[in-house]
């Protein structure tokens, strides 16, 4: 089970605790019940996969998931994005639905930077997890900073990305 110090991020953490106050005693978080406006500034990070024959196809993907990808996401397959890797875009989300359990971790890219990702099950009908949603950070080698901190640091604000 991942715990609130499993995960690497500030953002990762909005994310999570809203997942979670939705859990409830049988740890099944209906779609329709997460409160967005709790992680509003994380939108763009975040991706919604619903299964698909033999594997996962996004139902939702911001505009920081269009970016990672550098395509549009939404109603496309994940084997069908090159840049998807196996274990954060395959392997987790199968785990998540599977396991009825978040699944997080991270991994440096070839370019140096980490990619922070989070993958939580829900439910789009409140019976058994069949949804994941997903949220992905990318962070440049070696700043390890919130993405406010980055993003005032940068001159961007949060209203602009």
Do not use: N
Request: net charge neutral.
């Amino acid at each position: 089970m991942v715990t609130e110090a499993d995960l690497g991020l500030e953002e990762q953490l909005l994310v999570y605790k809203a997942w979670r106050r939705c859990a409830g005693a049988s740890g099944i978080v209906r779609r329709c019940d997460l409160q967005l406006s709790e992680f509003i500034g994380q939108l763009s990070h975040v991706s919604v996969l619903c299964r698909d024959a033999g594997g996962f196809r996004f139902r939702l993907a911001g505009s920081g998931v269009r970016d990672l990808f550098a395509c549009e996401a939404r109603g496309r397959r994940v084997c069908d994005i090159e840049v998807c890797e196996a274990g954060a875009w395959v392997d987790a989300p199968a785990r998540a639905l599977e396991d009825r359990r978040p699944i997080a971790g991270q991994m440096r890219r070839a370019d140096g930077a980490m990619h922070y990702w989070l993958r939580l099950p829900v439910s789009s009908g409140g019976e058994t997890p069949d949804e994941v949603l997903c949220h992905d950070r990318i962070v440049e080698h070696g700043d390890h900073r919130s993405g406010a901190e980055r993003e005032h640091r940068s001159g961007r604000s949060r209203q602009a990305a």
